[in-house]
């Protein structure tokens, strides 16, 4: 793997700010002709340091605004449990982050819902049907303020 140059660094926060960007526009930003741009951007891509593209979606005209983070503690600290945790909820799509933490908890869920009784239902139904969950406790937002994917350099 290469170390990343200045010329790296600043195509990949070009790219993170909006990847929809031309490769003509990318070149003329980056001070380099097309065809070295797009070389760069493909070995960023076989390198690893560019994982996907995404679009970045409006939640709450998705009518998805209800956004929930919830700790969760295993029942036990067994590989067994672990796997299966991980397991259950890598398939359940509401779920859109999950952070193995350390403290008090285990896990840490990003959930998007479209409302108090969704996200009820869906304690009640889904996770409370994995059975190597010990507990949960929710926490809402009142207001998203600043919610990015980008990294900083």
Do not use: W
């Amino acid at each position: 793997m290469e170390t990343l140059d200045a010329t790296d660094i600043k195509l990949l926060k070009l790219l993170q700010d909006d990847s929809s960007r031309p490769i003509k526009e990318l070149a003329k930003l980056v001070n380099l002709s097309a065809t070295p741009v797009a070389e760069r951007i493909k070995r960023l891509e076989r390198e690893g340091y560019i994982k996907k593209y995404a679009a970045i979606l409006s939640n709450s005209k998705l009518n998805k605004g209800f956004i929930v983070f919830c700790h969760v503690r295993l029942k036990q600290h067994s590989y067994e449990f672990r796997n299966r945790f991980i397991e259950t909820i890598s398939k359940i799509d509401d779920i859109t982050e999950c952070y193995n933490i350390s403290g008090e908890y285990d896990f840490m869920l990003k959930i998007y819902a479209q409302s108090m009784e969704h996200y009820k239902n869906f304690i009640v139904e889904i996770l409370n049907s994995e059975d190597s969950i010990g507990s949960l406790q929710s926490i809402f937002a009142m207001e998203e303020i600043k919610q990015t994917h980008n990294i900083p350099f």
